[in-house]
């Protein structure tokens, strides 16, 4: 919701010079929050309980690893038409969109392991595959989830509420991957408990469907004269103008460079951080809370730097510091979880990355919009995370890579009853379809030393990068500031007293 220079966009309509907040922008706000809560839960569901999986569907251990890769290359696919219909077509279609994929993909994963569908072939491989449509569906959803919050802020929140308004519907998303890394080790504590865990999250994304009809209602909709009914839809042409001139923008360059690898890398952590650790005597369960509790103090984090965000609008001096520090905590943790009876380490040093870590969201959302203003919100944002998911694609599969067996583990949690190899069949949910008594899962225990050196290192690189060579111009902050100065007038926002 505010002035745009129109002056580089002539199909784009003059707006009103002064603009209007109402309640009703809240309701939305928690819609978009509920989905991205939930677009999160659906990302990370399978990961904190790679075991239970693999002998679940009958399938490799490392297959597991497959149903979080295919939100990475969906998104990366997805993620420019994503940004042309948010851009193009609006908010409401676009949350439409995210909305039906996400609860659609959910009741097929369900689906995936009913009797009938789980054991139509031997050792259920079929369910597999059901579980992996449902898995891409649901990866539909997240472009235009994540690449939403930006816009909202913009259209619909006044200047001091944006930072929130952006940081809230965005880390949204993984809170989303805490509570699975919670629930997931606690609802599954057997291969046959999969079924009930993939139902009760499909409820999260049930109620987000429900709230975004009800947000965005077409009587409703239309009878709110907010400026943003007017801004937030442009000419395709105007669109590929914008995605030309943001591609040549030497600071957003490196922004999505710095912001891809940092983004891919918790991505990647947060999916492998079982595997870390379940070598050396941490079970599910622990390796779930840690990932969770880095999450949830990450939100504490995020709020503080939202709220110095909307005061002191420095974004580069925030993102230099909080950056930092997340690496340290990264090298620290990267030392302990090699070694045994480190929980209380490995638990601080987690929760200290995290704090320092989701901040850069609000951080980089917002800086991408002031640098590249006045594009579109959605392409800066989706190029944002439509590289990150890249990234973080490449990061998961480079521990395939790196990784290497480890010849003497005495305390090993990686598999079911802590050993490797051979499965009895009775485990089985379709163990009548069965044709041996045993079922290969290969549930060997990785070292992932050199993985974790790489990223330590590759993460210094990325901070030396942001530090001397990102040097941003706030267009829109300075857009701002001559449109008030212009007018005469202290604020260009006026809170609603209407009822929505």
């Known amino acids: 919701m505010q002035k745009k220079n129109y002056a580089s966009f002539p199909d784009l309509p003059l707006p009103s010079t002064e603009y209007r907040l109402y309640r009703w922008r809240w309701l939305i706000l928690i819609a978009l929050l509920l989905l991205n809560l939930s ?9 904190p309980i790679p075991n239970y999986t693999a002998v679940f569907y009958g ?15 969906t998104t990366f696919f997805i993620g420019l038409i ?9 908010l409401r279609i676009s949350l439409y969109f995210g909305a039906s994929c996400n609860l659609i993909g959910a009741v097929i994963r369900w689906i995936s392991t009913i009797p009938p569908v789980l054991c139509s072939h031997d050792y259920q491989r079929s369910g597999y595959m059901v579980a992996m449509i449902g898995q891409t569906i649901t990866a539909f959803a997240q472009p235009f989830l994540l690449f939403a919050p930006t816009k909202l802020a913009s259209f619909w929140f006044g200047p001091k509420e944006r930072a929130f308004c952006t940081s809230i519907t965005s880390i949204a998303n993984p809170v989303g991957l805490a509570v699975v890394n919670i629930a997931s080790p606690y609802l599954v504590s057997s291969p046959g408990q999969v079924p009930l865990m993939l139902w009760i999250y499909i409820i999260p994304a049930g109620i987000g469907c429900v709230l975004t009809l009800i947000s965005f209602w077409p009587g409703r909709y239309h009878s709110l004269p907010v400026p943003g009914l007017h801004e937030e839809k442009q000419s395709f042409r105007s669109f590929l103008k914008g995605l030309m001139s943001v591609l040549r923008n030497k600071s957003f360059c490196v922004l999505i460079f710095v912001w891809s690898i940092a983004a891919g890398l918790f991505n990647a952590l947060i999916t492998l951080l079982p595997q870390f650790l379940c070598p050396y005597g941490y079970t599910n369960n622990q390796s779930g809370l840690w990932g969770a509790l880095m999450i949830f103090i990450g939100l504490i984090g995020g709020t503080v730097a939202s709220c110095i965000l909307d005061h002191t609008k420095k974004f580069k001096e ?13 090298v620290w943790f990267m030392e302990v979880a090699r070694l045994e009876h480190q929980s209380v380490n490995i638990a601080f040093s987690l929760c200290m990355f995290g704090f320092f870590a989701l901040p850069l969201i609000p951080v980089c959302m917002e800086l991408g919009v002031e640098i590249t203003y006045p594009i579109g919100e959605a392409t800066s944002s989706g190029l944002l995370w439509t590289a990150s998911q890249l990234v973080g694609l490449v990061l998961v599969l480079l521990a395939q890579v790196l990784q290497s067996p480890l010849s003497f583990v005495p ?3 990686c598999s079911i009853g802590g050993g490797g190899g051979s499965i009895s069949s009775s ?21 992932l030393t050199y993985l974790g050196i790489f990223y330590s290192s590759f993460v210094c690189v990325l901070f030396m990068l942001f530090l001397f060579l990102f040097w941003p111009k706030y267009k829109r902050l300075d857009s701002e500031m001559a449109t008030k100065k212009m007018n005469g007038v202290s604020g260009l926002f006026n809170n609603s007293k209407t009822s929505m």
């Open 39 to 47: 677009s999160g839960m659906m990302f990370l569901t399978y990961s």
């Open 59 to 73: 399938v490799p251990e490392s297959y597991v690893n497959g149903f979080s890769i295919t939100y990475s290359v």
């Open 82 to 90: 994503s940004i042309i219909i948010l851009d193009t077509c609006g």
């Open 318 to 330: 925030v993102g230099v510091v909080t950056l930092g520090l997340a690496i340290l905590c990264l």
């Open 411 to 413: 305390n090993n949690q």
């Open 427 to 447: 485990l089985l949910p379709c163990a009548a379809n069965t044709t041996s008594s045993a079922f290969e899962v290969d549930t060997t225990p990785q070292d």
